[in-house]
């Protein structure tokens, strides 16, 4: 079975740059037709699509972010990042990584909550 673990800063300053980590295990990012994700969950609010990252290193980003975030990857490593520039105190969320390979294959990471002052 695949497991999703989120890495990262959980206080950051406005302003700053956010980078957290997947890192996979049981199974590779490579493996045809992945479609590795980043979504976030702010206070009270629903889940947001962020971007992806395929396993042939093709991305994807949600139109109102997609000035400000990079998905990369590590083969090497089995891991994908995320980066994101000059957050605000609204980027406030629960971040998740996700795994959809089929219809029936969606597993996401536990999550890990980044708080931004102000």
Known sequence: QVQLTESGPGLVKSSQTLSLTCTVSGGSITTSYSYWSWIRQPPGKGLEWMGAIRNDGSTYYTPSLKSHISISRDTSKNQFSLQM???????????????????????????TQVTVSS
């Not at 605000?88 to 390979?101: H, M, Q, R, S, W």
């Open 85 to 111: 520039s000059s957050v605000t105190p609204e980027d406030t969320a629960v971040y998740y990584c996700n795994l959809k390979f089929t219809r029936e294959y969606d597993h996401w990471g536990q999550g």
